[in-house]
């Protein structure tokens, strides 16, 4: 069975890995707009509602602009940050619990956040298996290569007259009311929004996240336990490693591009000496399993195909 696909936005950072992934796929017929077309809401409606299946890769207001005008049995998977925590949407991250049936069934799919995925999946689990309370005070840190900022960002990374500066890490969102706390908090079930710093740095790609968890807030829960269940909580998973607890590479550094170019992600754990802290890290690739690669994990298993297909 062939299935039409359309990709409104297709030419930005998130759409075009997007194409790159469904290219040569015999299964899917990939429908195009006329470029003079591009910005006319009208026409960009009428070739979604033709789709089988629709990717939106547009800033918010633009999906916000063309979702009622799209026909209720279209499928519509959505790249923004517009519908994460909206009513009526299925949030794109198939290897929480039960999410993978949601997704199956829907017609509406926000695709997370870069961020927000490196942080949900060390947080929900372990506040859904009660070893965490909803009200522990978490904060986050991570680390993202330049190409989570888009078209714009990769441009004034890769000018030869940028600022000097750009060659450190900066951190921004020091407002501390970046676009990804809503479904951070929502997802993972939290009372309340992590304390969360983004970080950009001069490489193309790749995203380490860490999560520290002080045990003595965990009456009773050990490292042992937490890096259990999260191996638990993923096993079977193919896109996923755990690792055990504090097993690290040989020279006991990650690199936050090591994943570059793929669509998995895996996960460390890792304590001190006398087991009262602990480090979680989450390491992918922001254009693989942060945005492109999740978007069409959640295409298959809509579309009823094998759930890794095309991904790296």
Not at 279 to 285: A, M, R, T, W
Not at 287 to 307: F, H, P, R, T, W
Request: hydrophobic share 40%; net charge negative.
């Amino acid at each position: 069975m062939s299935y039409k696909v359309f990709i409104d936005g297709s030419s930005g950072t998130t759409g075009l890995r997007i194409a790159d992934r469904l290219a040569g796929r015999p299964e899917l017929e990939l429908l195009h707009i006329a470029e003079a077309d591009r910005k006319d809401v009208e026409k960009r409606a009428a070739v979604i509602n033709s789709a089988d299946l629709a990717f939106l890769c547009l800033p918010d207001a633009a999906s916000k602009e063309v979702i009622p005008l799209v026909k209720p049995e279209v499928k519509v998977l959505d790249t923004s940050t517009a519908f994460r925590t909206a009513p009526g949407w299925v949030y794109g991250f198939p290897e929480l619990r039960g999410q993978r049936e949601k997704i199956r069934t829907a017609n509406r799919v926000a695709v997370p956040g870069c961020h927000a995925s490196g942080f949900i999946v060390l947080a929900r689990p372990l506040v859904e298996m009660g070893l965490v309370p909803a009200d522990y005070p978490f904060s986050c840190h991570s680390l993202t290569g330049y190409s989570g900022g888009g078209k714009k960002m990769i441009a004034e990374y890769e000018d030869a007259a940028r600022p000097a500066l750009y060659s450190t890490p900066r951190a921004y969102g020091l407002t501390l009311h970046h676009k990804h706390l809503p479904e951070m908090t929502a997802v993972s079930g939290l009372t309340a929004a992590p304390v969360f710093c983004p970080i950009v740095d001069d490489y193309y790609s790749g995203m380490e996240v860490t999560v520290p968890l002080r045990m003595d807030l965990l009456p009773g829960v050990t490292p042992e336990a937490v890096s259990k269940a999260l191996a638990d909580y993923y096993a079977g998973e193919k896109l996923f490693t755990v690792h055990p607890l504090g097993q690290l590479p040989g020279d006991g550094m990650l690199a936050a591009g090591a994943l570059q170019g793929t669509d998995r992600i895996e996960l460390y754990t890792t304590a001190s000496p006398d087991g009262s802290q602990m480090l979680l890290i989450s390491l992918f690739d922001n254009l693989g399993k942060g945005s492109s690669g999740a978007a069409v994990q959640c295409m298959n298993i809509m579309l009823g195909l094998d759930e890794t297909a095309g991904l790296e």
